[in-house]
């Protein structure tokens, strides 16, 4: 995740938002029982703002699915867990018609996907199959089983992780998938300081089994999301941050070093997340800071690299980087 989104950084609002506040004290919630991973909260709820969902990259036993539950539970939100392995069906995840002898018919039966946070836990283990089933529930938030589209809970968001040095049994989600998930957030090991403190809660009784042990409570709830919403969608875009988005999303189909470059849906994705991250900030509109702060969160995953610049080590995050500080910012 960008350092930028570490910390607060919250300006001096121009009027007191219930909703904000709200928003920003989930973050508060979330620190009783993870440490250290602010920034991956905070593109969690921009996430939820934007009504987008996010890939999760970070080796294991880094609070992946501590986050999940932990954010959830403090904006009283239901929240399921799927481990994804080779033999999950689609059916495993979306649902599926079973026969009642009762009634001599077929009834749906729902699957985990019927929720407000999905955990898809280690995605790229299961075959595009399943990983494909999905795709409906991702962009149209609905499930359709034998002719009949059901609609999913609102807010819905798939949080789904993957480990990013264990490629054995696993199958790479395709770039139209990728495409799909709105950030791309890693999660860090620890620093000593946050290591120690870890260990310290651990030390003095903490479960991650028991968040309420923990002081994880509920501060906000589907209607604050909403209302964050609709003042989300005011925040003013000036022309001159339009087209600093699309120049910087221009930039990435010309770059040598990829051979696959943000699509218009990146652009969009861009504007969205600038536009959240500038209101949880407190302001009433986009700067070219806001923009900065998600470009690689937001555009990482969009991108391909040529053969011969991963052989050379290069990252897609450098090459987003550079293009960075080459491209005209607005004044």
């Known amino acids: 995740m960008n350092e930028q989104l570490r910390g607060p950084r919250i300006l001096e609002p121009m009027h007191h938002d219930p909703a904000r506040q709200a928003l920003l004290d989930v973050r508060n919630e979330v620190a009783k029982a993870v440490v250290g991973q602010d920034s991956t909260v905070t593109g969690m709820l921009i ?21 999940v539950r932990a954010l959830s539970a403090s904006l009283s939100l239901d929240t399921k867990r799927v481990q994804f392995t080779p033999d999950l069906m689609p059916g495993d995840v979306t649902g599926s018609l079973v026969y009642d002898s009762h009634t001599s018919g077929f009834s749906f039966r729902e699957g985990p996907v019927f929720t407000n946070i999905l955990l898809a836990d280690e995605i790229n283990r299961t075959p595009p199959k399943t990983q494909a089933s999905l795709l409906e529930a ?10 009949v589209s059901r609609p999913l809970p609102a807010p819905f968001l798939v949080a ?34 946050e290591e120690m403190e870890v260990i ?9 089994r028991d968040l309420a042990g923990a002081g994880v409570r509920a501060v906000a709830g589907a209607r604050d999301l909403e209302r964050a919403r609709q003042a989300v969608a005011n925040v003013a875009v000036e022309p001159e941050i ?12 010309s770059a040598p070093s990829f051979q696959l470059g943000v699509s218009p849906r990146g652009a969009t994705a861009l504007l969205n997340t600038s536009r959240a991250w500038a209101w949880l900030s407190g302001r009433s509109f986009i700067t070219p800071d806001d923009v900065k702060a998600l ?3 937001c555009l990482r995953h969009r991108v391909a690299l040529h053969p011969e610049a991963q052989m050379d080590g290069v990252r897609a995050d450098d090459v987003l980087t550079s293009i960075l500080a080459s491209v005209p910012v607005p004044r």
């Open 295 to 297: 470009a690689l969160p």
């Open 47 to 67: 996430a939820l703002l934007a009504q987008g969902h996010v890939l999760l990259e970070g080796v294991p036993g880094v609070a992946k699915t501590l986050l």
């Open 242 to 253: 339009i087209g600093y988005i699309v120049d910087l999303v221009r930039a990435t189909r």
């Open 138 to 147: 991702m962009e149209e938030r609905q499930v359709s089983v034998d002719g």
């Open 200 to 208: 310290r809660r651990h030390a003095t009784g903490f479960s991650p």
């Open 160 to 193: 789904a992780t993957q480990n990013p040095v264990e490629y054995e049994g696993t199958y790479p989600l395709p770039e139209a998938q990728l495409d799909r998930f709105l950030l791309k957030l890693t999660m860090p090991l620890p620093n000593r300081t």
